[in-house]
């Protein structure tokens, strides 16, 4: 793993954290010295974390998150399995 590799996995880590918090302030700049084991053990740690404001991407249009109530940031469609039960159930309730 090269310096240029670390910062790779460090700006993927930080664009997907800033979707799910696009408020938090400024950017913070930050520098570090890293053993090629330590860099290694910090891309698998930041690669495997899960956020747990992260529910996901919106199935119906693709490019929205998913936000705490499985409503798409984007589009506003219930999604995943909720989602389908709730649009054919509101579509049941409009039919009749
Ligand atoms: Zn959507």
Redesign the pocket.
């Known amino acids: 793993m090269v310096p240029s590799d670390v910062q790779a996995v460090l700006e993927e880590f930080a664009a997907r954290i800033d979707a799910l918090a696009p408020a938090s302030g400024p950017p913070l700049t930050v520098a570090v010295s890293l053993s090629p084991a330590a860099a290694e053990a910090l891309a698998e740690a930041l690669r495997s974390y899960h956020d747990p404001r992260d529910h996901g991407?919106?199935?119906?249009?693709?490019?929205?998150l998913?936000d705490e109530t499985f409503t798409?940031?984007?589009?506003?469609?219930p999604?995943g399995l909720f989602g389908q039960l709730v649009r054919e159930r509101l579509a049941r309730h409009r039919a009749d």
């Open positions: 991407r919106c199935g119906s249009c693709d490019t929205g998913v798409c940031t984007s589009c506003g469609q999604a």
